[in-house]
């Protein structure tokens, strides 16, 4: 298993059928979790904008892992973008499906330059932490 689409027509809520992706496991001491790497496509973030915001991205991009960055610039403060992943899930984790969900989500950026990126602030809350570290 690597990155990229495994070609697999899989019938999700009997009725829409997507194309598994397929992503390398993380090794990881717990059968019951599936740990991958990177879960997005550069691309994949720039879905919601117009065709004349992403030409403009892919021109001023030097490199494709500028896109992200980019479309948040472009994306309005009132709009994030939620990005469901169908992954085909290796054989040797315990379950009857062999597909699980992954999630990514791109909220709209304040700053119109790269450096200014990392200066927004988000609350959340301790849901995860205490799932990963507290909950054994």
């Known amino acids: 298993m690597?990155?990229?689409?495994?070609?697999?027509?899989?019938?999700i809520c009997n009725k829409y059928e997507v194309n598994l992706l397929k992503r390398k496991a993380r090794k990881t001491d717990d059968e019951n979790k599936y740990s991958i790497g990177v879960l997005t496509n550069p691309n994949h973030q720039m879905l919601d904008l117009t065709e004349e915001e992403i030409k403009e991205i892919i021109n001023k991009s030097s490199d494709k892992k500028d896109y992200g960055v980019r479309a948040r610039q472009f994306r309005s403060s009132k709009n994030g973008l939620l990005l469901l992943y169908p992954?085909?899930?290796?054989?040797?984790?315990?379950?009857?499906?062999?597909?699980?969900?992954?999630?990514?989500?791109?909220?709209?950026?304040s700053s119109k330059t790269k450096s200014d990126e990392n200066s927004i602030?988000?609350?959340?809350?301790?849901?995860?932490?205490?799932?990963?570290y507290l909950s054994n």
């Open 2 to 11: 690597g990155s990229g689409s495994t070609n697999m027509l899989e019938k």
């Open 87 to 109: 992954i085909e899930k290796p054989n040797h984790k315990k379950s009857d499906s062999k597909l699980c969900f992954g999630f990514a989500i791109s909220f709209p950026s």
């Open 121 to 132: 602030s988000y609350t959340v809350n301790n849901v995860y932490y205490n799932q990963e």
